[in-house]
């Protein structure tokens, strides 16, 4: 049971350059979510999508763009890196509104921008 | 507006010792309630939830939450603490007037020595 899966794990990225990172999930969930994750400060949400083709920004967008083409998958897009991206980012999906369904997590990709 | 707070960056404790960790919420409603656990390179994992009636919560691993109205506050305890209790938790709060909406603590970092 694969669950959340993230790729890659960790990765380097010079300023300005661009970068996906992948998301899949194989539970069937409508709902899925990125986060960005930085020291003391918890989990911040950057885009979410209820269902193919349907996504919205949540609290933090600026500096990446997100697409879902299919249920399974929801990609996060950089497409000019700066140093202010250096973070960890966790896909989650959840079968039902967030309110009150459990959210599920990849294990995270760690992204250092230099 | 709604905010989350978990009082405490860092907690060490000592194995066979009993732990708790604090969480206190702002919002006008009752929301939903979590707790996760983020081990060392690990995404996250849902410990235990509130969404309602009884007010004192058991989740995996031997932890429990009491949700207390009066204080906004849902704390999290384990009697006796194992070594691989060692970890990240983060409470976090679904609110019940939007879909999605959920906001994350910073986090409480939790040591267990020998």
């Known amino acids: 049971n694969a669950g959340v899966t993230q790729t890659p794990k960790f990765r380097i990225l010079k300023i300005g350059q661009s970068m996906t990172l992948q998301c899949a999930q194989d539970m069937n969930h409508n709902y899925m979510y990125w986060y960005r994750q930085d020291p003391g400060m918890g989990l911040k949400l950057i885009y979410y999508?209820?269902?193919?083709?349907?996504?919205d920004k949540g609290e933090v967008p600026n500096g990446y763009n997100v697409s879902r083409s299919t249920t399974e998958d929801f990609p996060l897009r950089l497409e000019l890196a700066a140093p202010s991206q250096t973070s960890v980012y966790f896909c989650?999906?959840?079968?039902?509104?967030?309110?009150?369904?459990?959210?599920?997590f990849g294990a995270g990709t760690r992204l250092s921008v230099l | 507006a709604q905010s989350v707070t978990q009082p405490d960056i860092h907690i060490t404790v000592s194995e066979g010792a009993s732990l708790e960790l604090r969480c206190n919420y702002s919002?006008?409603?009752?929301?939903?309630l979590f707790w996760y656990v983020q081990s060392p390179g690990q995404g996250l994992q849902l410990l235990l939830k509130?969404?309602?009636?009884?007010?004192l919560v058991q989740g995996i691993k031997g932890f429990e939450a009491e949700f207390k109205r009066s204080q906004s506050s849902f704390n999290l305890r384990k009697p006796s603490v194992h070594w691989s209790d060692a970890a990240e938790y983060f409470c976090?709060?679904?609110?019940?007037?939007?879909?999605?909406?959920?906001?994350f603590g910073a986090g409480t970092q939790v040591v267990v020595t020998p």
């Open positions: 976090a709060v679904g609110l019940t007037d939007s879909w999605g909406k959920f906001q």
């Open positions: 919002y006008g409603a009752t929301p939903y």
């Open positions: 509130y969404l309602s009636g009884d007010t």
């Open positions: 989650a999906s959840s079968y039902g509104p967030t309110g009150e369904n459990i959210q599920y």
């Open positions: 999508s209820v269902g193919a083709g349907i996504t």
